[in-house]
């Protein structure tokens, strides 16, 4: 796997009343909109213990030692929210995953990366069971979670393992889905300004109670589409920028792979008097067969990437339960969903060696330039009079753009039974089986076998050497469509009691000692099936990859009690859990987790907490038996930089590694800025681990009802972590810190042979190998802030009481540290305040959320504000201000308005505006040679961008935004 250490530590707390409410005090029983969901003060003594995310254990007070955020579904109606990404990652805990904006890197998915750990460490919940996961990375797609069924979503900050099992090492998310009683209806459209973009979604639900109110049953479905917009729809990324990290002044830069053509000469042929003479390279102009000397022409590849992909989703499902007498209840839950989601990118650009019969290709070039190939291949010391290797570069837009549909069908099944035993203890038993199937079709895909055969005379001659060249008949010649698919499937049987030791108390007041022990068994297992093109390595376009297929399973047991004692106003609570898993990898076998946390009351309206945590990550499918794939990330050759010297240490290393004393800084060396690297599995993983502190307060003064205050401090460290080092780290690590060829930081670039062309380039022909390790160290820490207030107001146009609610929330976090350590002693990459290259998405030092909604009887006005503070940009050997560039991303703020109105009391609507104020990156002028003309406010970014000129899963690229929505209960 390849990650991206996005280094982001965004908040905890949240929870929106009316809006947003924060989680002091928890309790989430409220079906009026205009309360806060929270209500701080003592619970009531008749309330029946319930479970709360992060524990096994009923109780009735239900304040954790562990930070719990909770998001009410009030913020999903009043952000016009359909897909559950859209909320999820605006909160201050998330730093963006894969969303609707992530086209190139993208899956067609939306993930959740808490505290920007990445992904495959956040444990997703719904209902507090595990969900279906959809690739061999054993990720849950957001995609497939029903959002108008959500009645919360709890966030516990810190590693789970000790309740939860595997994956919760940055914490959990927990989706809480509602009961319906009778039936809903739905739907919601949304537009931007630019009237591009739609989004539109439909949905029903029926729910009752059966049988004297003995059982209950709940069906659903959904249906959601979401139309396309190109990033050439939007002025800031119409063209591809760059050119700081080359030394240019920011300018339209794009690809060295042209629809024209480029061919570069590479042998030893003499090239005096060829318009190869100065750099070795020849482009094709508007008159096809006739070629000049390149002179930086670049292709314009952005207009027709998608900057928002479009989506068709159908979800149907239900759950139900059953007293089947003495308290003992049997329950299901079902749900399938069919999502697909496409990607496009430019067309195919074909790079690389290939042999060229000259007869072959003679017709296709005038005289005088044939005469030049001519004269280099009679001047080559190999002999072959017939053939000659020429780099070429050739962008098929004849073929049309690449498109890559993913359709994903998914499925969950769940069974089980709940009850008493006896007076004082209960029992939960069930089991799970889901199952993802994903196919996979690309369209725009290139044969390198077929391309080949078109050059070397071995079949029909292809006409690539001009704009427009490549016939009906040439085209699908070499196209191919190629298709793969994945298959993912998890079982879970979880049992557990739980319940007191009878009237057990430590104290008269307190409330009885609680426990809860259980045992669980997961069996996960994956697959990835390319066709035989893309296993072959024979496409060209999307990134081909081998056969990966893989399971195992873990069985657990665990253990969990809670020591509540109360002594007069003040309350003490010890907690603590364990739990001891086997798995069947040999190299992970039987590992421990544990927690232990505390709370002391003082007095009612103040409450310290404290925890601490050990948790664990068994690699996951991808890891340990993923087969080698080729990918293009990003990266900057150590070789082609001003340090590069001839005699120096950084040089002679380059030297070694086969680039010419010639070309050493120059930082044209590479052909692109996407270099291939090859990336693969490694089944000798072992698990990682993770320790995770919280310490924090809670204020709920008496004297001011409706006010509630957290504060907590976290701390999260990851060792043993697993990690495929990015190509820009390895270099790092190899040419500018360990500069030895035989150490293990530099195996990638000198263990398999050769990786260079004979001008230093790296091609695809033996890419560098770089494979997960256990040598990584992760690491987060910070302050999490959420303050609510809940009043009323002596003003009112809507009802005879004079009076309105007023909510108001705010949730934020300052990012301490948030770090990665390749490997021990290598250098620590600090990314708190940072993006860029090696930091991925930005990790604002000051993240915050906050909402005032007032609710005046049916009418709800609600504005919520958005902020992220300034970051900087983490590449210290470019000044990308100095060449119009972008070193230093201003601080951001956006603002949401919103107004719902219960027109009856069966009938809801919403309208709202997202994005007041169309903020938006800069839109670039340029002048007469494509250079950026205006001056760069901060917002657009080149070299140093994720794509479209900036970071879309973080900023805002749509612009001004309307939604309409109406929803009917009868």
């Given at each position: 796997m390849s990650y991206r250490f996005t280094k982001a530590s965004l908040l905890t707390g949240t929870v929106m009343a009316g809006a947003m409410i924060a989680s002091p005090a928890l309790a989430q029983a409220d079906d009026q909109d205009n309360e806060p969901a929270t209500q701080p003060g003592v619970q009531a003594e008749e309330a029946a213990p319930i479970v709360v995310t992060g524990s096994r254990i009923a109780r009735r007070n239900v304040e954790t030692a562990a930070p719990i955020a909770v998001i009410q579904d009030e913020e999903f109606k009043l952000s016009g929210t359909v897909n559950v990404e859209n909320v999820v990652n605006t909160l201050p805990q998330v730093v963006p995953g894969f969303t609707s904006n992530s086209n190139n890197p993208g899956t067609g998915t939306a993930t959740l990366n808490l505290r920007g750990l990445g992904s495959a460490r956040t444990l997703v919940l719904v209902n507090d069971r595990r969900w279906m996961f959809y690739d061999t990375s054993q990720v849950v797609d957001l995609n497939t979670?029903?959002?108008?069924?959500?009645?919360?979503?709890?966030?516990?900050?810190g590693g789970a393992s000790a309740v939860y099992g595997s994956d919760a090492l940055s914490g959990v998310v927990n989706f809480n889905l509602r009961q319906i009683d009778g039936i809903e209806m739905g739907g919601q459209y949304s537009i931007t300004e630019r009237g591009d973009g739609a989004r539109y979604e439909v949905h029903g639900a029926i729910g009752t109670s059966f049988d004297d109110g003995r059982g209950s049953a709940t069906v659903f479905a959904e249906y959601f589409n979401r139309d396309s917009i190109f990033q050439g729809d939007r002025g800031f990324s119409n063209f591809a920028l760059g050119g700081e990290s080359f030394g240019l002044n920011q300018l339209q830069f794009g690809s060295s792979t042209l629809p024209n053509g480029v061919i570069r000469y590479f042998g030893d042929g003499d090239r005096t008097g060829t318009d190869f003479a100065a750099n070795n390279a020849v482009v094709f102009d508007d008159v096809a067969g006739d070629f000049r000397q390149r002179a930086g022409d670049t292709y314009n590849y952005a207009p027709v990437n998608y900057l928002q992909i479009p989506q068709e989703r159908y979800l149907i499902g239900g759950y139900a339960d059953y007293d089947i007498g003495g308290g003992h209840t049997f329950y299901t839950e079902v749900a399938f969903v069919n999502n697909r989601v496409a990607q496009e990118l430019a067309a195919t650009p074909v790079t690389g060696s290939f042999t060229v019969n000259l007869d072959t290709i003679e017709p296709f070039l005038n005289a005088a330039d044939f005469a030049q190939l001519q004269q280099l291949n009679a001047t080559e010391t190999d002999g072959d009079p017939d053939n000659i290797l020429l780099f070429l570069q050739r962008r098929t837009i004849e073929t049309g753009a690449r498109n890559s549909l993913d359709e994903r069908n998914a499925f969950r099944v769940l069974g089980g039974i709940s009850g008493p035993i006896g007076d004082y203890l209960s029992y939960d038993a069930y089991y799970m089986y889901a199952r993802t199937r994903n196919a996979n079709v690309q369209d725009g895909n290139i044969s390198r076998s077929a391309f080949q055969a078109g050059l070397d005379g071995t079949a029909a001659p292809i006409n690539i050497f001009g704009l427009g060249t490549l016939t009906d008949d040439m085209v699908n010649q070499i196209s191919i469509r190629a298709q793969n698919g994945d298959v993912s499937t998890l079982e879970n049987a979880v049992a557990t009691v739980s319940g007191t030791f009878g009237d057990f108390a430590i104290g008269a007041d307190s409330e009885p000692v609680a426990f809860a022990v259980g045992a669980e068994y997961r069996g996960v297992a994956s697959q990835f099936i390319p066709d035989t093109a893309l296993a072959s390595g024979d496409v060209i376009g999307f990134n081909a990859g081998n056969p990966t297929e893989g399971s195992y399973n873990v069985k657990e047991l665990f253990a969990e009690?809670?020591?509540?004692?109360?002594?007069?106003?003040?309350?003490?609570?010890?907690?603590?859990?364990?739990?001891?898993?086997?798995?069947?990898?040999?190299?992970?076998?039987?590992v421990?987790?544990?927690?232990?946390?505390?709370?002391?009351?003082?007095?009612?309206d103040v409450t310290l907490r404290g925890q601490y945590q050990r948790a664990v990550r068994a690699p996951n499918v991808g890891e340990l038996f993923g087969g080698q794939s080729i990918g293009f990330p990003g990266a900057t050759d150590p070789c082609?930089?001003?340090?590069?010297?001839?005699?120096?240490?950084?040089?002679?290393?380059?030297?070694?590694?086969?680039?010419p004393v010639a070309n050493l800084g120059n930082p044209g060396i590479q052909l692109n800025a996407q270099i291939p690297a090859l990336f693969g599995g490694n089944p000798n993983l072992e698990e990682e681990t993770g320790d995770s502190w919280t310490a924090g307060i809670v204020l709920q003064p008496s004297f001011l009802p409706g006010l509630a205050i957290t504060a907590d401090y976290f701390d999260i460290e990851i060792a043993n972590a697993i990690t495929t080092i990015s190509l820009q780290n390895s270099f790092d690590l190899c040419f500018n810190q360990v500069q030895d060829p035989n150490a293990p930081a530099c195996g990638a670039f000198f263990g398999n042979g050769p990786i260079r062309n004979a001008a230093g380039a790296i091609t695809t022909a033996n890419p560098p190998v770089l494979g997960g390790q256990n040598v990584a160290t992760l690491g987060v820490s910070g302050v999490d802030l959420q303050a609510t207030y809940s009043t009323t107001i002596p003003f009112s146009l809507m009802t005879d009481t004079g009076?309105?609610?007023?909510?108001?929330?705010?949730?934020?976090?300052?990012?301490?540290?948030?770090?990665?350590?390749?490997?021990?002693?290598?250098d620590i990459v600090e990314c708190a305040g940072k993006f860029g290259i090696n930091c991925g998405e930005p990790t604002p030092s000051f993240k915050w959320t906050a909402r005032a909604s007032f609710v005046d009887g049916p009418l709800t006005t609600s504005i919520r504000w958005r902020h992220l503070s300034a970051v900087d940009d983490d590449d210290d050997t470019v000044d990308y201000n100095?060449?119009?560039?972008?070193e230093r991303?201003?601080?951001?703020d956006i603002l949401d308005l919103t107004f719902s109105a219960e027109a009856t009391e069966n009938v809801t609507v919403t309208v709202g505006v997202n994005n007041i104020f169309d903020t938006l990156p800069q839109t670039p002028t340029f002048d007469a040679d494509g250079f950026v003309s205006s001056t760069n406010n901060g917002t657009l970014?080149?070299?140093?961008?994720?794509?479209?000129?900036?970071?879309?899963?973080t900023y805002e690229v749509l612009g001004r935004d309307f939604f309409v929505s109406a929803l009917l209960k009868f």
């Open positions: 979670i029903p959002s108008f069924l959500l009645d919360s979503v709890d966030v516990v900050t009690v809670n020591v509540p004692i109360e002594f007069g106003s003040a309350r003490l609570e010890f907690t603590g859990a364990g739990r001891y898993s086997d798995y069947s990898l040999d190299n992970v076998g039987g421990w987790t544990y927690a232990g946390g505390v709370e002391f009351s003082p007095i009612p082609g930089t001003a340090a590069a010297t001839a005699g120096s240490a950084l040089g002679n290393l380059c030297v070694a590694n086969g680039v009076e309105q609610d007023f909510n108001l929330s705010f949730l934020g976090t300052w990012t301490e540290k948030s770090f990665f350590e390749p490997f021990a002693g290598a100095a060449f119009n560039g972008v991303i201003p601080a951001y970014l080149g070299d140093n961008q994720e794509q479209a000129n900036t970071y879309p899963s």
